[in-house]
């Protein structure tokens, strides 16, 4: 995965994060209320951990959807 701030280093959709390149820091983003699934952040080799935030759907460890 790349070292954009802006992408889940899972799965490298946007992780909608506030936090996410942001020059102050902020008050209200959606990864401030959910539990973090510590199975995904475990998966995570450690030079990509506490570099970017997840995306909402590989926070939750929600499967990716399917091409059907």
Do not use: H, Y
Request: with cysteine.
């Amino acid at each position: 995965m790349s070292d954009d701030t802006n992408r889940c280093p899972c799965c490298g959709q946007l992780n909608q994060c506030a936090q996410a390149g942001a020059d102050a820091p902020v008050s209200e983003c959606w990864c401030f209320s959910v539990s973090i699934d510590a199975e995904q952040l475990a998966k995570l080799p450690p030079e990509q951990r506490n570099r970017s935030c997840l995306c909402p759907r590989c926070a939750q460890g929600l499967p990716e959807p399917s091409a059907d």
